[in-house]
């Protein structure tokens, strides 16, 4: 018997972005998981997007720090209170967790130990029940995929951190594929080939909106070009250049084939009557990277699968997670309701 909560939450709480959603609501919260520091004093200054406004443009002395690293809780501090901080934007109060029930996503793959980590910095701000659920699972759910029946889903979740690949059937993961190398990790690559290539520095937000207008998974495509500004590394003086599409996928190209090979590993772990099933289905991206230029008909052209995006790929994570309350009531065969409920997998306050 499911006990009665005051609110239900699903918290996607990853590596670049935190997404939070309210049952009945939608989402209320989609920010930047960046925290700003005052490393003399300890003082918080900024989260979220006003922490990723500083980059590249505060004093020495400010410490700005993405506390999750592929999609795992690396600094625990500055977590609760980028969390803290959240959670006061949202009610005014920091108490909006209590007598609630958080459904918060992880990575498929990482241990009962770093799942309990998750829950417990949860439970640490006032929630009632934390359940930590597998990222492909809530990302499923939240895009309209009917993950308890028993056919074969395949998710590709391109985040900030990792790359998740997974088949899914009768609400469980039956076999997966993690990729360490994500969105941040392109940006990083941008910055480094344009400071190898032009002698010039650029910074993490330059860097992204350079991925983000002019990235592309197609070798045919248009040419673009975007012009950029940074320091001259010789110089020492601004400068601006025009770096084109072809150069960032070049620099890029590896990454995507690294998805198409993780594809084809997971492929190969499930058994043929799944596979035979994503044939059919098809491939759903999800994630940031799901928007990334020509990449469903590039995984669609080497795979031959059926590819689909998401509606809402960067929200269908927070979604689905906050949708598995009534999921589990309707559906009380689900593989996954004994691992939520177990001891390995929630924790209760009290």
């Not at 417990?120 to 929630?127: M, N, P």
């Not at 044939?279 to 669609?300: H, P, S, T």
Request: hydrophobic share 40%.
């Amino acid at each position: 018997m499911l006990k009665r909560f005051d609110k239900l939450f699903g918290i996607d709480l990853g590596t670049s972005n935190t997404v939070i959603y309210e049952k009945g609501k939608g989402v209320v919260l989609s920010e930047p998981s960046v925290v700003a520091v005052n490393q003399e004093t300890g003082e918080l200054l900024a989260v979220g997007a006003e922490a990723q406004a500083m980059i590249g443009r505060a004093p020495g002395y400010v410490d700005i720090t993405y506390p999750l690293t592929n999609g795992v809780i690396a600094n625990f501090d500055m977590t609760k209170n980028m969390l803290q901080h959240f959670i006061k934007k949202i009610q005014g109060r920091s108490s909006f967790l209590r007598s609630s029930q958080v459904y918060i996503s992880v990575p498929c793959g990482i241990t009962n130990v770093q799942k309990r980590a998750v829950e417990e910095t949860i439970i640490h701000k006032g929630a009632q029940k934390a359940v930590a659920v597998e990222e492909p699972l809530a990302a499923a759910l939240g895009a309209g995929l009917p993950i308890g029946e028993p056919i074969g889903h395949l998710v590709l979740d391109i985040g900030g951190g990792t790359c998740q690949v997974a088949v899914l059937s009768l609400g469980g993961i039956v076999a997966s594929h993690t990729v360490n190398r994500a969105g941040m990790s392109i940006d990083r690559d941008i910055m480094e080939y344009v400071k190898k290539q032009y002698n010039l520095e650029i910074g993490e937000r330059s860097s992204e909106e350079i991925k983000m207008r002019i990235g592309t998974a197609n070798a045919s495509a248009q040419e673009k070009t975007i012009e950029i500004r940074g320091r001259d590394v010789i110089e020492g003086l601004p400068r601006s250049i025009r770096i084109s599409s072809g150069e960032i996928y070049k620099l890029v190209d590896d990454f995507f084939k690294s998805l198409i090979e993780a594809i084809r590993t997971t492929l190969e772990k499930c058994p043929p009557e799944l596979a035979g099933d994503v044939i059919e289905q098809g491939i759903l991206l999800c994630g940031g990277g799901a928007l990334l230029e020509g990449l469903d008909e590039r995984i669609r052209t080497e795979t031959g699968i059926p590819v689909h995006i998401a509606e809402r790929p960067l929200d269908c994570t927070a979604i689905g997670a906050g949708m598995m309350l009534g999921v589990r009531s309707a559906k009380q065969g689900l593989a996954w309701r004994a691992a939520a409920d177990g001891p390995d997998e929630a924790v209760e306050a009290g």
